[in-house]
Structure formats: C-alpha cells, structure tokens
C-alpha cells in the first residue's frame, strides 16, 4: 500500500503530460480499458468463477472511480500536479466520515480534529488574494469533488473486500470504469475522438498498467486492512506528488505550502488514538 502511493504521487504529473494528447474522459476511458485487459490476461482463470456480487461491487466500485479520476483529470488542466495531490488528499479524513454515515461506524474524535485540521489547509488554496476568501477556481473545485469520490471509492472497497474475489472485482471495476468513462463523453462536450499517437498509447498503457497495479493492490490488501487504516497509509500520495511536481520545475505559493502541509497533518492526525489503559 505504500509503493501505491508513490505511483500514484507519479501519475498527477503523468497524466497533466497526457493531457496534451487526449480530452479527459476518453484518456480515463483508454487508460482504464488497458488496466482492464492486463489484469484480465493474468487472472483468466479466476474470471471463469465470477458472480454477481463480484460484478455488482465492481460497477459500484468504478462509478467512484470514474467521478474521481474523471473529475480529477478534468482539474489537471487547470492546476499544477503537486497542488492537485494535495487537495486530492482531502480524501482521507473524508472516509471516517463517510462511514459514520453509510455504515454508523462513529469516527474517533481525532478525525474531527483532522477534519478541522484539512478544512484550514482548503482555505489556504481558496485564498485568492482576499483574505482566506472561500473562493476557489474551477480546477480546485473538479480536484475537491474528485476527493470526495476517492473517498467514497474506499469505503466501497473497505465494504466489499472481504465479501468477493479480489481479481473478478478488479477487472470488473477497471472494465466498468472504461465504459463509464466513454458513455459519459458525450454529456460533458467531449464530441471529438482525439487522434491516435504512440503517445497518446504509451501513456494509456502505462498509466493502464499502473491502475491495474494500484487497484489490484488496494483491493487485496483492503481485505484485512481496515478503510480509516488504509486512508492513513495513502498519505504518502501527495508528498510524492508534491516531490515529483518539484522535480519537474513547479512551484507552489507559500500559502499554498502552508495548506499542503496542513492537510498532511489532519491525515496523520485523524488516525492518532489514546492507547488503551494498562491494568
């Protein structure tokens, strides 16, 4: 779950890249159909026992995925990566919350904490000059909405997990995610077919592949980690995204570094708990 992190810190930069090459939807669309087909080639024989419930997780499953990585994408052309990491992370004190409501599992009080904690961190990206003015701009607003998906997708996997076979979900996720993504084209504008480049197909099969990775991974390992303890090992995510955002030349205002580092700390102190008295 950690190497998941730092792929994912990797592809906010990829795909901003990507995106010179393809509309938003249909690259998810390509990107998802390749993870689709490369988990489907190695686990041939577990597909032959798929069931119902497998296809029904994963289609709930990819209509987070598809809000989350559509919305998010949609916010890279509009934010630099190492910002879209950091609101991206907003998830995590998100999916305590998320199951309070769901499933009534009462969050600790130190996700409220965290929560307050993340909520300052957003101001500071709001902040356009006016005072820590709740304003934000079109891709912050795709990159917080996305958030919320992110954070719905783990919940969903945290409920699912332990309930279906790890393989026959993933590929239904990934195949759902990929025709979601194309249905979903024509309803946002995207009429015309980017043109087909070896670009265009290194970066769908690369990041298709890394999909492929992060979900089977996540799936797997969300079988005996819980979803508010899977949220906290995420973490890494925008820090990664923040260094390789770096490396690649960009530069965040200070203030927007103050909600970077604001949001990490709600996500490590959203998990902190009072250990249990001795006797």
Not at 37 to 65: E, F, K, N, P, Y
Not at 75 to 80: D, P, S, T
């Amino acid at each position: 779950m950690v190497g998941v992190t730092m792929i994912w810190g990797l592809t906010f930069l990829t795909v901003q890249h990507a995106l010179a090459y393809s509309s938003p939807l249909f690259f998810v669309g390509c990107r998802f159909a390749a993870a689709a087909l490369a988990v489907g080639l190695v686990s041939r024989g577990a597909l032959r026992g798929i069931t119902w419930r497998d296809i029904r997780a994963g289609a709930v499953i990819a209509v987070c995925i598809v809000a989350g990585y559509g919305l998010q994408t949609m916010g890279l052309q509009h934010v630099a990566s190492s910002e879209s990491g950091f609101l991206t992370a907003l998830y995590v004190p998100l999916v305590p919350l998320l199951q309070w409501v769901f499933w009534r599992r009462k969050p600790h009080v130190m996700c409220l904490v965290g929560v307050v904690c993340a909520f300052a961190g957003m101001l500071c990206f709001a902040d356009g000059g006016q005072g820590l003015a709740l304003s934000f701009s079109v891709g912050q607003t795709l990159t917080l909405v996305a958030a919320v998906a992110f954070a719905l997708e783990i919940s969903a996997i945290g409920h699912f997990a332990s309930r279906v076979n790890v393989r026959c979900v993933t590929v239904a996720q990934l195949a759902f995610t990929a025709l979601f993504a194309f249905a979903l084209r024509p309803l946002i504008g995207e009429h015309d077919t980017p043109a087909l480049s070896w670009e265009l197909a290194a970066f769908a099969g690369g990041l298709g592949c890394a999909s492929a990775l992060i979900q089977m991974a996540m799936n797997w390992a969300q079988k005996t980690v819980d979803a508010s303890r899977a949220a906290i090992i995420y973490a890494g995510e925008p820090i990664w995204a923040g260094l390789f955002g770096r490396l690649a030349g960009e530069r965040l205002p200070g203030l927007a570094l103050l909600g970077g580092a604001l949001i990490v700390l709600a996500i490590l102190v959203s998990e902190l708990r009072r250990p249990p008295p001795t006797r």
